[in-house]
């Protein structure tokens, strides 16, 4: 009840922002331009994707942390009020992760109603693109959230790290990827490898966009890892699974963090 | 007087008209309670125009021979089968017609190529409306000319490539016709060796061992709105000039060595108006010249077009490249006077200041991670990266490993067809 | 009643509460004293649940409060520096804290009133003044008419006026039986307000026990000459 009461607040606190708007409207902007020029099909479901494996890992990173830095009053107030902490947390929690979701699921969502390529495209296509974004969101925001609290005295250590984790994550961790897939290239490294892709949740959500538009190609792949992986539901279940663990682990971590601290 | 004229009439018209239907054929019923029991004594009886008619039932017959012009036709479920003994029917007589029977389990073995049916030396036969069911070979062409087979329906269930043979196998055959035919789990459903000026359409073949549609030194054919689906090896077309490959649909051929179609030493040949589906490789293209390739379209496949260097003189013009994983990938940085224009990439990210449809920087096709796949497979698992994008936009922006001379340089804005 | 046994808290390596021990009788006032970082703030947070002590129990009516948060509905707080949600109006702000109390009462109304404020009800907080944050501070630990009250520094930023002002309203308070826990550095309004002192150096309590028996102790006449010569002694 409490938890509603927060959520409810906070939503209207975030609204008045303007900026949860303003985050739903790039979404908006962007899908209905490639929807334009991607001609309603796979093309354009491509282009939404890989923009959201970009955009919701930083924005969930950045705007996680830097909310938590920006309510510290709101939470003070109401840790002296009769109410549990995880209620708190989870208040705090859903009053911008479920926002942020749904900015970018009515976002992207709108312009694939009001072109009709909902009715056109791969229904199967646009539901996991759309359930990925949500996921990643929650993932991305609860992570924020664990940086946040990590550095809570100190905003601009939180933010550093926060970025420098995107970057990490978006970027570098791919490189180390390839220059270990060219350094070790001889030895039978594809089970090493699809452990690293999983360790990463930006790797792992992309490599569910893959199984969802590439399988063509990672059929053809020579060995036998990728294809029994790929091949099977196993591919589609670990993946899945993984999300799920880097959806809970850092929330776990972030709610203990959260419950023991001294504010 | 007046009636005797009309009975006259009547008679002599009556007289006729059984005079007529006993020249033009007899027919001789072939039944399991009747006179005649096996269809090898009803060949044996009939005369050359004479119908066989086989009654619903199974019929354990096998090397059954049409040694003369007979049309041998089935009731429904009137089933010959083979019991794996031998050949099941072996067609040796000119303009022989088979028509609607069932034929099952021929023997299968390595010396000889067993078959339901098999037509040996003979020519302008008809096979039409049959249905074969676990012959090792399906049907058997061998030395035939002005042949047509249409509308079978040709099945196997064999797994392994050892023990299966193909659904239609055709081997120095002329001018033959193959309509509306569909084969499945054979090893290629359709083998065509040293045939020449055939016609095959509108046929499906599917979920065979090894290849859809298997042709080697045959040329002159035209294959037409034939669907090849879910092969081991997808289709292979090899040794061979003047093909026509018109508006077939080639798709969800998945494997590492698996090609929606695999050209190899193709030459002065039309790949017109087809549609390449999820395949591993849409079109793989190897020591082949002056090919035609319009009009196509790729759709999500892992690679859109494989061209080994040892390609030249091909045009690819006005296809649609649409949501391919890789668009061209090839072996080498030399490009030999091979020719993309026109064509609509739905990885081209130029623009159209001038809107005239036409992109106004050229795209080029082959990324560099497809390079890198190429040297390491493994690292196929990076695709769609941030990293990747990073890096084939630098090779697009100052080409250093791809081919520097593909590109088109006509890009369209829109799909083409 | 709050009892506080053997209450030790380290920030790090710096122990701020060093085994406390401490009772704060029902129905009076107290006034913790003592020089900066002594650990007042720390006792009262700890007593909120805002910190949670290395070791030691807290009890609030003879139960344990680790882990609770009902105890918090007896508890009206109002802290050193109060910070509220930028973008909230007091109203929207009074509002919220009702709904989350699950209380619709109208004493807030009052106290808007009592303090001049019942005009300033749609000013968002970040346009009010550091003497208004205080009083919509004290407010929202008094609206709930709660057993005890708990003030960390309450004058620090208030003119005379409302200091007066404030100090008429807690003494309504005590009449009316309530607990009264009260730090701040202005003697004074120590001696003013409570019955019962707690002088406390480095985490340590130096001195727990009425206020009158202290400076009868220490021959001072006022708090400020009793606490200064105590503190003269530690430093020795």
């Not at chain 2, 036969?125 to 061998?142: P, Q, S, W």
């Not at chain 2, 739905?346 to 992109?359: A, M």
Request: charged letters at 20%; aromatic letters at 10%; one cysteine or more.
């Amino acid at each position: 009840m409490k938890t509603l009461t927060i959520l409810r607040y906070q939503w209207k606190d975030l609204l008045r922002g303007k900026w949860i708007v303003g985050y739903g409207l790039i979404y908006l902007l962007i899908a209905d331009a490639m929807i334009r020029f991607g001609n309603a099909g796979p093309k354009a479901m491509l282009s939404i994707s890989n923009i959201m494996l970009l955009l919701i890992p930083l924005v969930g990173m950045i705007y996680g942390a830097l909310y938590l830095y920006q309510s510290r009053e709101f939470t003070e107030l109401l840790l002296a009020q009769p109410i549990d902490r995880a209620s708190l947390f989870w208040g705090l929690f859903g009053g911008l992760a479920i926002p942020l979701a749904l900015a970018f699921t009515i976002g992207t969502a709108l312009p694939m109603i009001y072109t009709g390529m909902i009715l056109t495209a791969n229904l199967q296509s646009i539901l996991l693109i759309l359930m990925l974004g949500i996921a990643l969101t929650l993932l991305f925001t609860g992570l924020g959230f664990w940086f946040g609290l990590k550095f809570f005295e100190d905003r601009v250590k939180g933010l550093g790290f926060a970025l420098v984790s995107w970057l990490f994550l978006a970027v570098l961790y791919d490189g180390l990827v390839l220059l270990a897939v060219f350094t070790f290239g001889d030895y039978p490294i594809e089970k090493p490898m699809l452990a690293m892709a999983l360790a990463n949740p930006i790797d792992l959500a992309r490599i569910t966009v893959l199984l969802e538009f590439d399988i063509s190609a990672l059929m053809g792949y020579t060995g036998a890892v990728f294809s029994r992986f790929f091949g099977s539901m196993m591919g589609v279940s670990v993946a899945l699974s993984c999300l799920m663990l880097w959806l809970g682990i850092p929330l776990w971590r972030s709610q203990r963090q959260f419950e023991k601290k001294d504010f | 007087m007046r009636l005797k004229i009309i009975t006259t009439i009547l008679f002599v018209g009556l007289m006729l008209f059984l005079q007529t239907q006993k020249t033009v054929a007899t027919q001789i019923t072939v039944s399991q309670d009747g006179e005649i029991t096996s269809v090898q004594d009803g060949i044996n009886q009939a005369q050359p125009g004479d119908t066989v008619f086989v009654k619903e039932g199974r019929y354990v017959e096998y090397d059954i021979r049409i040694n003369k012009r007979i049309t041998l036709l089935g009731a429904n479920n009137a089933v010959i089968d083979g019991d794996n003994q031998g050949f099941v029917v072996v067609v040796e007589a000119d303009s022989t017609v088979i028509k609607n029977i069932e034929v099952h389990n021929s023997k299968a073995g390595f010396m000889d190529d067993y078959a339901g049916i098999v037509v040996e030396g003979a020519h302008n036969v008809r096979i039409e409306g049959t249905k074969l069911v676990d012959n090792f070979f399906g049907i058997y062409l061998a030395k035939s000319k002005g042949t047509v087979l249409k509308n079978n329906h040709i099945t196997a269930s064999r797994k392994r490539e050892t023990n299966s043979g193909n659904g239609i196998h055709l081997w120095y055959t002329k001018d033959v016709e193959i309509l509306d035919n569909y084969v499945a789990g054979h090893r290629d459903g359709l083998y065509f060796e040293f045939v020449e000026g055939a016609f095959i359409a509108g046929n499906e073949s599917e979920n065979n061992i090894r290849y859809g549609i298997h042709f080697m030194y045959s040329d002159h054919c035209r294959y037409e709105r034939n669907t090849f689906r879910d092969n081991g090896g997808g289709v292979a077309v090899m040794y061979t000039s003047n093909v026509e490959i018109v508006d077939n649909h080639f798709a969800d051929n998945w494997g590492s060595s698996a090609y929606g179609m695999l050209l190899k030493e193709i030459n002065r040949s039309q790949i017109t108006g087809n549609t390449f589906t999820n395949n591993s490789v849409g079109l793989y293209m190897e020591a082949s010249s002056r090919n035609n390739v319009q009009g196509n379209e790729f759709i999500q496949n892992g690679w859109a077009v494989q061209l080994m260097a040892n390609s030249t003189d091909n045009k690819f013009n006005k296809n649609n490249f649409v949501a391919n994983s890789f668009e061209v990938s090839t072996n080498s940085r030399m490009n030999y006077s091979n020719n993309f224009d026109k064509n609509y990439w739905s990885q081209y990210e130029g623009y159209d200041l001038n809107r005239d449809g036409v992109g106004d920087v050229p795209h080029r096709p082959v990324r560099l991670f497809s390079i890198l796949v190429e040297k390491q497979p493994q690292s196929l698992l990076l695709l769609r990266s941030l990293l990747v994008d990073l890096l084939d936009a630098a090779e697009k922006f100052m080409p250093v490993l791809t081919p520097e001379t593909l590109l088109d340089s006509k890009p369209q804005m829109e799909p083409v067809l | 009643m709050i009892s506080i046994k053997k209450l030790r808290k380290d920030f790090g390596p710096r122990t701020v509460l060093n085994e406390l021990d401490l009772k704060i009788p029902a129905g009076q006032a107290t006034g913790i004293v003592g020089p900066n970082g002594s650990g007042k703030t720390t006792t009262i947070k700890s007593l909120l649940g805002l910190v949670k002590p290395t070791s030691g129990d807290i009890l609030v009516d003879g139960k344990l409060i680790e882990g609770e948060w009902q105890y918090r509905n007896k508890i009206g707080y109002m802290p050193q520096i109060a910070r509220y949600p930028e973008n909230m109006t007091i109203g929207e702000l009074f509002q919220f804290i009702k709904n989350m109390r699950d209380s619709d009462t109208n004493r807030d109304r009052e106290l808007l009133e009592y303090f001049e404020l019942d005009n300033e009800i749609d000013k968002r907080m970040r346009a009010l003044s550091g003497g208004m944050r205080q009083k919509v501070g004290a407010i929202l630990a008094m609206m709930f008419d709660p057993e005890i009250l708990i003030f960390d520094e309450p004058t620090a930023g208030l003119d005379p006026k409302s200091s007066v002002q404030f100090k008429r309203l807690v003494h309504e308070e005590k009449k009316k039986g309530k607990t009264v826990l009260l730090t701040s550095h202005i003697m004074s309004e120590i001696e003013e307000l409570t019955d019962h002192l707690v002088f406390m150096v480095e985490g340590n309590i130096r001195y727990d026990g009425p206020m009158h028996e202290l400076m009868e102790r220490q021959q001072e006449q006022r708090l400020e000459g009793a606490v200064a010569k105590m503190m003269e002694e530690t430093a020795a």
